[in-house]
């Protein structure tokens, strides 16, 4: 089976719609970008189109890549207590000369809809469910679109960054699931693949995953890819994998579920200040 992510997405953004459509005002979502490096365009596009669709305001503030970290902050504290804005990013990578830290965390915990505040990590942690950062989110979600059941099952997570794999980690744990983060130094990998129902690349390693890594029949979901000479590889060996596994395309996989779920997080953001339940 393929877990199509653009199909998953798009019921998703009709509910969003008919949420939105039956407000009085619409939501609207900030994005700050300071470093307009072609992959952050690119990823902002995708949030403005799909903002744009579902009826969504949407406001990019383009900072130059010289901004210092003080004006930055300045201008995050007027969208802060801005009441017309419902969520707030800051599109990563910043520049060296930023600490990056420091400016997440300065963002209003109620507008953190990317869900990458201490605060909200916190609650993530304690099983309180606030604002889930959007990739982690977007896969629970697309394996709850496909009836794949995550409780009781074995999962291997590739990768351990803050906006995947660690995030991941704890909502599989919450879940019921039984949970293997493995790393770059991890040992025998394929043994820890092979014993797994759900396997998560998220490591930017091309075709790292191979059949005989996996049990037939394996879920596999692929967020990790690599540009090399300027083709993109994903960490799995698709072509290989999708007659013996149920498996994310590529594109079409799970990109396509992290738009849809930063526009429910926003949305889910206007509610909470507009005290709806
Ligand atoms: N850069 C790459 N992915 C993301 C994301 O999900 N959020 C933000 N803010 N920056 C990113």
Not at 49 to 64: G, H, P
Not at 124 to 133: A, C, I, K, P, T
Not at 233 to 248: E, G, H, N, P, V
């Amino acid at each position: 089976m393929i877990l199509d992510g653009r199909e998953a997405a798009s019921a998703v953004y009709e509910t969003l719609k008919q949420q939105i459509s039956e407000l009085s005002t619409p939501p609207k979502l900030t994005v700050f970008l300071v470093w307009d490096d072609t992959s952050s365009l690119s990823y902002i596009a995708q949030k403005r189109k799909y903002a744009l669709y579902v009826w969504m305001d949407f406001e990019l503030i383009r900072l130059s890549a010289e901004t210092d970290e003080a004006s930055l902050l300045a201008h995050m504290d007027e969208k802060n207590s801005d009441t017309t804005v419902s969520g707030i990013i800051v599109q990563l990578p910043l520049p060296k000369h930023i600490d990056t830290k420091r400016v997440i965390a300065h963002i209003d915990h109620d507008k953190d809809v990317d869900g990458f505040t201490p605060a909200s990590i916190g609650n993530l942690f304690l099983g309180e469910d606030r604002y889930v950062s959007c990739t982690p989110k977007g896969i629970m979600r697309l394996l709850a679109h496909y009836d794949k059941e995550v409780e009781g099952k074995r999962v291997a997570i590739l990768g351990r960054s803050n906006i995947v794999g660690k995030p991941l980690a704890l909502l599989m744990i919450n879940a019921g699931a039984t949970v293997t983060s493995c790393n770059s130094r991890t040992q025998d990998v394929a043994e820890i693949t092979r014993w797994a129902d759900i396997v998560v690349l998220a490591m930017g390693q091309p075709k790292f995953l191979k059949p005989e890594m996996v049990r037939e029949g394996a879920t596999i979901i692929d967020v990790g890819f690599k540009k090399v000479n300027g083709t993109i590889f994903w960490d799995a060996d698709y072509d290989l994998l999708k007659s013996r596994t149920d498996i994310t395309p590529v594109p079409g996989g799970v990109g396509a579920m992290t738009v849809a779920m930063l526009l429910e997080n926003t949305l889910l953001a206007f509610k909470r200040t507009h005290q709806y339940s």
